[in-house]
């Protein structure tokens, strides 16, 4: 079941992540939002709390080949995102960020069980749109690869979903 989202929205991106919030929370799903100053300090410390348990990491931001940006340009390395993810025991990631495709297939090489990412570039509005579709079907399917592919913009074709092969 994917009940309980890590919701990661670092300050400086210039998206408005307020509908993304409100859709999760009215869908009924448990979000624990990290936003403003977001650092990987700051999402180690979340990651080693006590119990801390996500089924979803989601991060909305930008990205790079080199990075998913945090606050203060900061970059999240994937071996960093690994590490997070192992600790809060997450059944999915979602990359929700541009050029993100590498950081999927690497994840999912390191036992991710499912990674969303992008493939190149994606405007904000498809993105947030894309996730609120997602979680949406989510909510009423609790079926991640239902889900993506009834949210993705099929006729884009710039998300892409990976597994670790055991999914």
């Known amino acids: 079941e994917y009940k309980r989202i890590l919701f990661i929205a670092p300050s400086g991106t210039g998206l408005n992540v307020s509908p993304e919030i409100d859709t999760l929370e009215r869908l009924g799903f448990s979000v624990r939002s990290v936003e403003g100053d977001v650092t990987s300090d700051r999402l180690f410390n979340i990651a080693v709390e006590s119990g801390a348990q996500y089924d ?9 080949e080199d990075g998913i940006l945090l606050s203060h340009a900061e970059k999240l390395s994937k071996g960093g995102l690994l590490q997070i993810a192992r600790h809060v025991n997450a059944k999915a990631i ?6 993100t495709s590498d950081f ?6 390191n036992d991710v069980p499912a990674v969303i990412g992008v493939k190149s570039e994606v405007s904000d509005k498809i993105a947030r749109h894309t996730a609120q579709v997602f979680y949406a079907k989510l909510a009423e399917t609790n079926d991640l690869r239902a889900a ?4 993705k913009p099929a006729d884009i074709g710039i998300y892409v979903m990976v597994t670790d092969g055991n999914y």
């Not at 979803?56 to 790079?64: E, M």
């Not at 979602?94 to 050029?99: D, G």
């Not at 993506?148 to 949210?151: D, P, T």
């Open 148 to 151: 993506y592919k009834l949210s």
């Open 56 to 64: 979803i990491i989601h991060f909305a931001t930008h990205a790079s």
């Open 94 to 99: 979602f990359l929700n960020a541009c050029e």
């Open 104 to 109: 999927c297939h690497w994840l999912a090489d």
